[in-house]
């Protein structure tokens, strides 16, 4: 049964894969710069891992898979990009992605979230919601990533991507360390209170890593 189920697997990341092998010229072009907060947040992601991220362009989830060439990243997308058969089959058995309504954000999303970190998977997702094309801060985070964490245990790891200057620039991020969002939680009876202090909490943790690279000179 084990070898069926491996069969299986590696038949439905086989596009998955191929497009990551032929996103290499790629990775020669943006030469990914990669900074870390501490020793903590160099670790190796292992496991179920919700990364989280600011949203810059339509090229970041390209841009993450760059920068975290080691593992597949089951990216967060919404419904509007499903428009067609064709683009529904492309984003979900291709790209490998979520889908989600932003107007109506469904349990079954939910669930398919939490399984896929359940099942050890990184799930990857924009927490601003759609593309901020201001140069200064942040639009307010969702909180479902702190229920989708909550749920399935899994830690939330905060990246920020530095704004490219040039099409030819090098493309640089900085990687925060790995949040356990039990630690911020007061008691087992979570409240709606302590879950938009931990995506407050969360908000925090970008702002301090652009500080590390937009703060330069």
């Given at each position: 049964m084990k070898k069926k189920r491996s069969r299986t697997l590696s038949f439905k990341y086989l596009?998955?894969?191929?497009?990551?092998?032929?996103?290499?010229?790629?990775?020669?072009?943006?030469?990914p710069k990669r900074r870390y907060v501490s020793e903590s947040a160099k670790k190796k992601i292992k496991g179920g891992a919700l990364i989280?991220?600011?949203?810059?362009?339509?090229?970041?989830p390209m841009y993450l898979m760059l920068l975290i060439p080691s593992?597949?990243?089951?990216?967060?997308?919404?419904?509007?990009?499903?428009?067609?058969?064709?683009?529904?089959?492309?984003?979900?058995?291709?790209?490998q992605c979520i889908e989600i309504n932003r107007e109506n954000f469904s349990l079954n999303s939910f669930k398919e979230i939490v399984r896929n970190l359940d099942e050890g998977k990184c799930v990857g997702m924009f927490p601003e919601g759609k593309v901020n094309e201001q140069k200064?801060?942040?639009?307010?985070?969702?909180?479902?990533m702190v229920m989708m964490a909550l749920k399935s245990k899994s830690p939330i790891i905060p990246v920020y991507l530095k704004r490219r200057k040039h099409w030819y620039s090098r493309l640089e991020a900085v990687f925060g360390e790995p949040?356990?969002?039990?630690?911020?939680?007061?008691?087992?009876?979570?409240?709606?209170?302590?879950?938009?202090?931990?995506?407050?909490?969360?908000?925090?943790?970008?702002?301090?890593?652009k500080l590390i690279v937009e703060g330069e000179k």
């Open positions: 596009l998955f894969d191929l497009i990551r092998i032929s996103a290499i010229p790629g990775y020669l072009f943006f030469r989280i991220s600011n949203h810059i362009t339509l090229f970041d593992r597949r990243i089951h990216f967060v997308a919404m419904s509007d990009l499903f428009g067609s058969k064709f683009r529904r089959w492309m984003f979900k058995n291709a790209f200064e801060g942040f639009q307010a985070f969702k909180s479902g949040v356990d969002i039990t630690n911020y939680i007061k008691d087992d009876k979570i409240t709606m209170a302590d879950i938009n202090s931990a995506s407050k909490f969360l908000e925090e943790q970008e702002e301090k890593l």
